[in-house]
């Protein structure tokens, strides 16, 4: 019944910025939390992000003082506001969310290239 939308992903050039959105689209019930987890070629998929329905935040050391990650209740939708982007940031990017039941949802992913 329900699933995650994402947007937002491209290509920029190092220094540039991106805004990556997911909207928790149908019925997902109470959504714990709610972030972004990326996967670069050849690597493991690792956390980038994420926000408590209290609004406790988390980052990943590579990423603090560059990225922020925001939300909107209202609308079910997180905001993953990317600056200053390197070349390392290449991945692509999942949303997930933690619902109720201990259930997971996953969006299909979002290509980020930074790249000159």
């Known amino acids: 019944q329900g699933q995650l939308v994402e947007s937002g992903g491209g290509l920029v050039q190092p220094g540039g910025s991106l805004r990556l959105s997911c909207a928790a689209s149908?019925?997902?019930?109470?959504?714990?939390?709610m972030g972004w987890y990326r996967q670069a070629p050849g690597k493991q998929r690792e956390l980038v992000s994420t926000?408590?329905?209290?609004?406790?935040?988390n980052y990943a050391d590579s990423v603090k003082g560059r990225f922020t990650l925001s939300r909107d209740s209202a609308k079910n939708t997180v905001y993953l506001q990317m600056n200053s982007l390197k070349p390392e940031d290449t991945a692509v990017y999942y949303c997930?969310?933690?619902?109720?039941?201990?259930?997971?949802?996953w969006g299909p992913g979002t290509q980020v290239t930074v790249s000159s």
């Open positions: 997930k969310a933690l619902a109720a039941g201990r259930r997971d949802y």
């Open positions: 149908g019925i997902i019930f109470r959504i714990y939390e």
């Open positions: 926000i408590t329905r209290g609004g406790a935040t």
